[in-house]
């Protein structure tokens, strides 16, 4: 072996070794723990008492597989990947075509103020969003007092109000990723596309939909899918929120329920984790084979 490919490796050895200790190590380690019975008193430590810790096979995966909770956390969840993912591109196509035109003043203003929700730390803006859907103090039910409104929807501990309120907070959340990447499309559409539509008669939606969409399909689509797989992975946000009434209305949430709950189980959380992840991989590999974006990214 040469000496510079000596001392090369010898160089990328440390980082190898980091990255096999805090990526790939935990991932090779959940997976022998969802085929064991992992559970508080055998694991970490054997107790004296406590079943010892062996392996299972498939039993935890059949046990989530028929949990009542868990098959509703995962309708649930894909349900949430479905409204708020449209709602988010929907909120990130106006905006950037609003703050695209022309007849706007001051856009380098508004675009700094759109990005606020990235500045902002998760737990803050959580905190502040749940103040706000309060149902007796919150702004957003004094003001619909105000408008007349007598039954004041409960968005804390409601079902289904709440499962609307996390749609409007990750709207808010997400909505400058989706402006960032759309706007960038935009201003790739080249001007003699549009002004020949112009020219035609085209009108202003008939351009947007025939003329520019075309163009932007791509990078909206990676959006899209790069947002899905983030709401499919919705945690943070309903633990914060209201982590009681969403455990069941959540994968991760459910899987960590599992885990450090009143009784922890860690193999069946794991066995959570791996599904979760086989479903997801399966659902991108699918969205990127449909959209092609393989075929952009080879080009």
Do not use: C
Not at 226 to 248: H, K, R
Request: no cysteine; proline share 6%; glycine share 6%.
């Amino acid at each position: 072996m040469k000496k510079t490919t000596t001392i090369a490796l010898f160089l990328i050895l440390p980082g190898i070794a980091a990255f096999l200790f805090f990526n790939l190590w935990p991932i090779i380690y959940s997976i022998y723990l969802a085929f064991t019975n992992a559970q508080l008193g055998n694991f970490p430590i054997q107790a004296p008492q406590a079943p010892k810790l062996t392996f299972v096979g498939l039993d935890n995966f059949r046990w989530i597989l028929s949990d009542e909770k868990f098959r509703s956390a995962f309708l649930w969840t894909w349900l949430f990947v479905l409204t708020s993912v449209t709602l988010k591109v929907l909120a990130g196509i106006f905006l950037s075509l609003l703050y695209n035109n022309k007849y706007v003043k001051g856009k380098m203003i508004y675009r700094s103020l759109l990005i606020i929700p990235w500045a902002l730390p998760l737990l803050f803006s959580v905190t502040v969003w749940k103040f706000m859907f309060d149902p007796i103090f919150g702004p957003i039910n004094q003001m619909l007092k105000s408008l007349g409104v007598q039954t004041l929807p409960n968005w804390i501990n409601d079902p289904l109000w709440a499962f609307l309120a996390l749609n409007i907070i990750e709207v808010w959340l997400a909505y400058p990723f989706m402006i960032t990447v759309i706007t960038a499309a935009l201003q790739s559409v080249p001007d003699t596309l549009v002004e020949a539509a112009i020219i035609d008669g085209a009108s202003y939606w008939q351009r947007i939909r025939h003329v520019v969409l075309p163009i932007v399909g791509k990078p909206i689509a990676f959006a899209t899918i790069l947002t899905s797989a983030a709401s499919f992975q919705y945690f943070m946000v309903p633990y914060i929120y209201n982590a009681g009434l969403f455990e069941d209305k959540f994968i991760l949430l459910y899987g960590f329920r599992k885990a450090f709950g009143a009784t922890p189980h860690y193999g069946r959380a794991a066995a959570v984790m791996i599904i979760a992840t086989l479903v997801l991989a399966v659902y991108m590999y699918v969205n990127v084979r449909i959209t092609k974006l393989q075929e952009g990214a080879k080009g």
